[in-house]
């Protein structure tokens, strides 16, 4: 089993959609979770990134995090043709005197105008 | 203010041939990360370095070596290559006390025929 699984997609929806993703994950030490965003032949960057549980806001962009559930997500509203891309879960528990994060295999997204 | 640099960013190398893949960080991060991206198995670890002259291995290290003489630059070598190695290959890198995600390269994409 994975330590964490997200839905490959392809996710396709109309401009003005509110796009839900999701990753779930089996390791109850992360702590620390993070959402990448990755356009097309291009690395990841940094999206948004909450610490343990509960919701954080930026823009139209919300991350929340449920530990009980070992289950996070991440919400656009009023989603855009420019957020076309895959979206990368990664988590991590902070152990160690390095910070290893374990990453999802992506959700691609599609916004269509 | 480059970032995280790779170089090249392409490259086809026939199955037995050698190459180096450079990362280069002007941030003055401690740690850095070479990752392997291939469709439906996301991001995984190659090798890892805490600083200068350390490595360590992550989850897939097999038929790769890394040095790390300079802070500033990671290496990844491929000694023999083979075509279950076609592949992207990310650089990433991460201090103690930035935001807790990585600053990823924009990658080496590699086809091994």
């Known amino acids: 089993q994975k330590e964490v699984e997200q839905d490959p997609g392809p996710l396709s929806v109309p401009e003005g959609a509110i796009v839900s993703l999701n990753c779930t994950y089996s390791?109850?030490?992360?702590?620390?979770f993070m959402w990448y965003r990755q356009y097309s032949r291009k690395g990841p960057e940094l999206l948004m990134y909450t610490y343990s549980s509960g919701n954080k806001e930026d823009g139209r962009f919300t991350a929340q995090v449920d530990k009980s559930s070992k289950y996070i997500s991440l919400f656009i509203r009023d989603s855009q043709p420019s957020d076309s891309a895959t979206y990368l879960c990664?988590?991590?528990?902070?152990?160690?005197?390095?910070?290893?994060?374990?990453f999802g295999s992506g959700t691609k997204l599609n916004v269509k105008p | 203010n480059a970032g995280v640099t790779q170089t090249p960013k392409f490259r086809v190398l026939k199955t037995g041939q050698s190459m180096t893949l450079l990362c280069a960080q002007d941030m003055n991060h401690e740690y850095m990360y070479w990752y392997r991206q291939d469709p439906g198995m996301g991001l995984r670890l190659i090798h890892y370095?805490?600083?200068?002259?350390?490595?360590a291995k992550g989850e897939v290290p097999d038929g790769y070596n890394v040095s790390r003489l300079k802070k500033q630059n990671f290496l990844l070598g491929l000694e023999s290559a083979a075509p279950s190695q076609t592949s992207v290959y990310f650089c990433?890198?991460?201090?103690?006390?930035?935001?807790?995600?990585?600053?990823f390269g924009s990658g080496t994409r590699l086809t091994v025929v």
């Open positions: 990664a988590m991590s528990a902070m152990r160690y005197n390095f910070n290893k994060f374990y």
């Open positions: 370095s805490v600083g200068e002259g350390t490595t």
């Open positions: 390791n109850s030490a992360f702590q620390y």
């Open positions: 990433a890198t991460w201090t103690l006390g930035e935001r807790y995600g990585y600053t």
